[in-house]
């Protein structure tokens, strides 16, 4: 139910007559559990991220998704109105004091063809109860920690390579991120850059932090310096040499995967040939998956 500001109040109002004072305005519709747009960036034609407010008494685990959205068209027939959500990981860390989503541009979908076209000021419907399974309570403690993700499926990941937690659980942490071209790929790239350079995180945890951090991306389509699915790249072992680390094993590696569903069921298969189990935030184990995000 859409929420209504009162600006007049019938006791008090003035006669018709008076002149002297302001005309009341008529009560204006806002969006319910609205948040304030603060800053938009359009990576490429169908990628682009977006920063906004986050209510004061909201709390989440690095990792974790919410529902936003906005109000879709009016009804042809009673003119009403109801909200489009989608689920969105944050990828801004759970101590930022904003939001911040990383969203692909569909020109029809209900949502994105909307959401795309915002700007700062404009506003977005935010369901602040946080959820999700790629969180450091859903796995249990290891030495290397594997980062899987396809396009805008790098979004959780952002979040926990911004999380202290991360390099203090891990000895190693390698991001992968396979995309098409090398424009879907700049988001993570600068992100990681960001983190590299991130002065809060070095006085927390030490200069050395960031030699913790590997970037492994590769294109399926464009050219780059590695091209190939990370699952057939794997396969062939050549992950492993390219990054000078052994195979994955359930004594050591911890891994969490988000992307598409073909990638999800794929990437799961092959971890579990490596002797990796599937964990959750009830029963951690040595892997998981994001279910609710589809690239």
């Known amino acids: 139910m859409n929420e209504m500001i009162q600006v007049t109040d019938t006791a008090t109002q003035p ?20 948040q304030t747009v603060t800053q938009v960036t359009h990576w490429t034609d169908k990628l682009f991220s977006f920063r906004i407010t986050r209510p004061t008494s909201m709390r989440f ?10 109000m879709g068209d009016p009804h042809p027939d009673t003119g009403k109105q109801k909200p489009l959500l989608r689920a969105y990981s944050m990828a801004s860390p759970s ?11 569909v020109q029809d979908g209900p949502l994105t063809s909307k959401l795309q076209h915002i700007q700062p000021g404009d506003q977005v ?10 969180v450091h309570d859903a796995l249990l403690p290891g030495k290397r920690l594997w980062l899987f993700a396809t396009g ?5 990941f952002a979040s926990l390579l911004r999380d202290p937690q991360t390099y203090q659980d891990y000895d190693e942490v390698i991001v992968t991120h396979t995309c098409r071209t090398l424009g879907e790929l700049t988001y993570g790239a600068q992100l990681i850059e960001d983190v590299r350079s991130n002065e809060m995180l070095e006085e ?5 932090f960031a030699a913790k951090l590997r970037y492994y991306p590769t294109t399926t389509r464009e050219e780059s310096l590695k091209m190939g699915r990370i699952t057939d790249l794997m396969r062939s072992g050549n992950v492993f040499e390219d990054l000078d680390v052994p195979p994955l094993s ?5 891994a969490m995967i988000c992307g598409n569903l073909a990638f999800n069921l794929d990437l799961k298969a092959l971890l579990e040939e490596f002797g990796l189990r599937e964990g959750a935030n009830s029963a951690p184990r040595e892997y998981v998956v994001e279910k609710a995000f589809l690239d």
């Open 15 to 34: 006669a018709a007559n008076d002149d002297s004072l302001p005309t009341p305005q008529r009560a204006v519709p806002m969006l319910p559990d609205a």
């Open 250 to 254: 359930p004594e050591n590696d911890r």
């Open 95 to 105: 101590w930022d004091d904003e939001l911040e989503f990383y969203s692909i541009k």
């Open 204 to 208: 927390l945890i030490g200069d050395s």
């Open 125 to 134: 419907i935010l369901r602040p109860k946080p959820v999700g399974t790629l």
């Open 61 to 70: 685990r690095s990792g974790e998704f919410v529902m936003i959205g906005l």
């Open 152 to 156: 805008t499926g790098f979004a959780p």
